[in-house]
Each structure stands twice: as C-alpha cells, then as structure tokens.
C-alpha cells in the first residue's frame, strides 16, 4: 500500500505554491499589518512563551524575555519601520555609455520558501526569519526542531491565529518529514543548524538549483590580549558562554589568552563564576538545562576523554543526568588534539589556551574552518587590528560578546563552513527578496550602432567607445 503519511505536507505545499502569486500581491501596508498583528499577539502571549521554553529546557524567564520575546520584537520593529523604504525599487547610478537609458532595482518575492531552524533560540530563530520571508511577500513552511515541543504549539497558535496555511505553515517534524520536504522544488531554503546538516540541505537544494541560506555553527574563539581590565573581560566572557547553558551558537568556544595574566585570569573566573551561580551552581535559577539526554552524553563524553591525561580543571562542579545539568566548567592544559577542540562544543564548558606567542594562537585558529563569530578583548588598538587583519569570521565583537547579532544594521551570517549568505534585517530582506535588475531604453536601442553586416562603421564606433570610456 501507498505511503501516505506525509500526504498532509504534500498538501501545504501544494498549497503555497498555488498561493505564491497572490502573496506576491500583498500589498507593503498588508505586509506591514501582519507584522503588527504578529507583534501584539507576542506581546500578548508572553507568559506562554516563557512557560513553554521553561518546561522544554528549563530557560529562564528573563533570558526568554530578552533573548527570545525581546530579540523578536526588536526585529519585527525595524522591519515595521523600514520594509517601505527597503521595497521601494531603487534607481541605480549610471555610466556616459548609458546615458540614454534609466536603470533600477526591484525587489520581488523569492516565491514559496522553506525555514527549518533549530531548538536552541526555539522561539526567536523562527520568528526572525519568517518576518524577513514575508515582510518579502513569499510564502513559507517554518520546520521547528522537534526537541521543543512546548514552545513549538505556541508558535503554532500565534501564526495560526494571523497566517492561513497556504500563506505560512508551521511544521515541527523531525528528519523523516524534513527529508520529504527537502524533495520538493522551493524558491528559497532558510536552514539555520549544524554545518553537517547544512551539507544535506545544500546537496537537496542543488536539485533543483534552489537558493540557500545556511546560517550554521562551529568553534569561535577569543583572543585575549594581557591588556585588559580582567574583572570586567571576565564576567563579560561568563554571560556569553553560559548564558542558554553554552547553547549559543555565537557563544565563544574557547579562549586564546596571553599567558602573562594566568593566574589572575584563573582566579577571576574562579570568583566571577561562584559570584554569578552561587556555591550550589544546580540551584541558580539562571541556568538552563542541557536540551536533552543526547546532548547532555555528547557533552560529558568531552569529561570522559580527558580524564588520564594532564587537563587542569578551573572550574568544575557536579553534573546531574536526571535534570541533564552540566556545572560551569572551565579548563586548560587539555591535549589540544582533543575532541572537545574539533566539535563545536554547545554547552557551557570553556577551553582555555594559554599563549606566549600570538602568532601560534593565530595559527592554530587559522588551521580550523572559518569561524560564525570571533571576539577580541585589548585596550590597545594595535593588538585588536592585528587579530583582524589575520583572521576571518561570520561576524565580530571587539571587547564585548555576541553584541554584533544585534545591532539592526549589521548582516548577520557566517562564511563558507559557519554559514553562507545573511539575514536579519535589511539582509533578511534582501536574502528572501529577488533583487531584479531592470533598465529602461528611453530613446534608441542598441541595434542602431551595431546591425549587420559587420562592417568598417561597426569597428569604427568600436574604436571610439574604447576611446571614451
Ligand atoms: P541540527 O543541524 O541538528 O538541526 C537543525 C534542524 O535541521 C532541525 O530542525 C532538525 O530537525 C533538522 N535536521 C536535523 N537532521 C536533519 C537531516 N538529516 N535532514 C534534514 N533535516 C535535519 O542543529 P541543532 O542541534 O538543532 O542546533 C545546533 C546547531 O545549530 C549548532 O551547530 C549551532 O551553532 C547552530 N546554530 C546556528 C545559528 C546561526 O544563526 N548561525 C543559530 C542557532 C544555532
């Protein structure tokens, strides 16, 4: 007999693409009363929201409040305010040679659209990316993780209650049903998730030559000049790195710092955390939990491996697998070949190297792929210009963390294996947009100088061209 349990996703799809053309035809002012609507029923719904993230990881109340509700609305403002200008078609300068023709941008719809995101931003990376997609007049299918039950049916209620599904549909299957989509023909794919998945979304969209947006992970490091107010590098490194429990994507992976302030680096940490966590880090009311068993193994295989060799642990407390807690850890003199130094490590466990020459620790970065985010912590300018100019990534916070995602009018996105292409704001936009290309002949067309047969003539305005531009 006929499989037919994924006849109900074939359905939607069907759907979307039948309904393409009319939600091309959603006006800018349509668009924009959508995002508001979508905008106060969040705001209506934010006991929800936080209850939800909380029963799926344990999430505080205020890190959804900032990192989920409030990145949201953040988002959905700045496109309110600006998707008019932004789909205004734009003129484009011109050259003498086309001087007698006007030429502009316009921005159309990609068409039907996929967004498959992840479990750890379980509310705000869908909703993020499903503004730009229809602030951009497409329709979209929003795959959620399957990890987030919870918040995943308060999604569903909210973009239910505004979007019918031929517009936008919400799914939250996992590989099984991702796979049947994934053979389908979309005009655009938003993947945010592991390189190693990308690597499977990138290969589905290549059959049928579909655009892509990879917004991936990996390791990102933090250079540490000696020249630093320690106290403050310390708690600033602490709120980054375990803030959502490590599951961050542009959480800093490891530390490269100048081994001139060990031990009062050390110490700091030592302090700041139990200062931040308390003596009893299991009942801080901070701290998230490690979203699940799978997870929680992977992380405490890192433990495992390190255990007969020389690794000196900063940091270290109890873990507990009932709650799938993991304390704080932080540690250093670990085999750098260790796996905990080629995974992205995704949960609050931070590496430490310690170098007398920056130039090593620049090699050794170097030697990985491209990172999503690097951070560089110095008073002195020339120390932070040093580090930019002889690395590369996604994006880059300099004596701060992770503040670049949220500045409105910087792209977001990685490079080659963190990620490929940009979204958020006006790039969020522009990535769920065709940028059309139009010129107009307003007085004669080109035939008049060149028209056959070739001849003397031809060359002869050839020539001049040449001459002149
Ligand atoms: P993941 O790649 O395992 O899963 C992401 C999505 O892909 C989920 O919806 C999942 O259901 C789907 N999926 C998983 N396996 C699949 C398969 N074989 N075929 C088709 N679909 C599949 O990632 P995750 O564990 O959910 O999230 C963690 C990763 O996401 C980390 O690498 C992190 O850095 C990255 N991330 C990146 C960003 C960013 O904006 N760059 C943001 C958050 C997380």
Redesign the pocket.
Known sequence: MEDRKFDFLDEIYRTQVAFKDHAKNISIDERVNLLKRLKSLILNKEDQIKEAIYKDFRKSFIETETTEILASILEINHLIKNLRKWARPKSVGSSLIFATTSAKLIYEPKGNTLI??????PFQ?PIVHLVASVAAGNTTIL?????TPHINQVIKDILSDIFEPNHVAVID???EE??HL?NQKFDHIH????????K??MKAAAKHLTDITL????KSPVFIDKNINIKEVVRNLIWAKFINMG????APDYLLVDKAIEKEFDAALKEEIKNAFGDKAIESKDLARIINQK?YDRLLGYFDELENTQTEWVVKGEHDKSTLFIHPTVLKNFPQNAKIMQD?I?GPILPIIYYTDVNEALKFVAEKEKP?ALYVFSKQREYVDYILNNTTA?GTTINDAMLHIMHPNLP???VNN??IGQ?LGLYGFKSFSHERAVLRANFFPMSKFFWYPYNSKTKQVLNLIKKIF
């Open positions: 498959i995101t992840p479990w750890n931003y990376l795959k959620l993780s399957e990890f299957g996992a590989v991702t796979t994934l993947f945010t998730g592991s390189p190693t998945v990308g499977i979304i917004e991936l992970g990996g599951q961050t994507c542009i997870q992205e995704f999503l996604g977001f996105g990685g963190s990620g979204s």
